[in-house]
């Protein structure tokens, strides 16, 4: 079967794509490997009409909306994206035709296992950022995704040390930022995080955020040679990348990384395929 489209992706942006293709007449298929960032989200309380909600809530929620409209959803890691006349998808289980693709794929926030057990330990600057305004605190990470951070904790925070944890810095951040290249040794606190062991130094800490790995549609997105920008998807002002059909929407194509911007993009991004489909009489 060839498929109107397939969304790689169950997050917001995923479903509210999938939603609106459905009830614009298509068929699409949604693949996901998990639950993305919603999966690790305690209270969610910035989101319109929703005074307080978990992250897993919300994500069931979406989920068992788009199955009630009759949305296939299928739990499986995406492995390949190559296009010949028509998209072919790759997963650990078996190969998809589309017409069209979206990756909503979310950003990669891998955990840290050496702060989890802390209180006081982030994943999300434009989240929680605020609650460390004046105060000192750790950036762990050495990519883009931790730049993205660092730029977004730059206008909030007085004081950041970079921690790479024995990784080289692969990104380029503020000179005014110090950064400590040496294997992070010890994470110590009383419950909440209190300072950093590294390089024989301990550097005492208020807070800490993790921004350690790679966005989760990077490797795809070098697959097919599709414009990056950082580790950001870049699209044109209808969500289409470089590849002609192939769109991308949520924090996949960086910004604001919040439910609300991915529900928007996701309209949006479906709205904009539903014309490609029409033009190309696909
Ligand atoms: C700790 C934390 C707290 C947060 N707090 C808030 C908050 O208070 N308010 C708010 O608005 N936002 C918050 N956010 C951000 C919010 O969760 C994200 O902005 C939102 O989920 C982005 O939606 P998305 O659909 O773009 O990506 P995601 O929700 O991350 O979904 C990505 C999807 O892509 C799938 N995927 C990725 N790679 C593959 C692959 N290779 N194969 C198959 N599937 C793949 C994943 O499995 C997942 O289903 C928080 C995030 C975190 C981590």
Redesign the pocket.
Known sequence: MKYDCIV???????ITAAIYLKRYGYTPLV????????E??S?????YGIPHIT?PELLKAGVEQASGLGIRIVE???LDLTKEEHFLVTTNAATYEAKTVVL????S?NRYAKADAFEGV???AT?DGFFYRKKKIALIGNGNYMAHECSVLENICKDITIFTDGLPLEAEVSPTIPVVLDSIEKINGDGKIQSIEAGGKTYPIDGAFIAIGKA??FT?AKHLGIELNGSNIVVDSTYMTNIDGLFSC???IGGL????K?VGEGANCASFISKYLKKNNL
């Open positions: 790689i992706g169950k997050g917001p942006a995923g693949l996901a490997k998990d639950g993305g960032a919603l690790r989200v209270d969610i309380e910035n989101y992250g499986e890691e995406v909503a794929c979310g950003t926030r982030s994943y999300c989240c989760s549609g795809l949520g924090d996949s990384l919040q439910v609300s991915a």
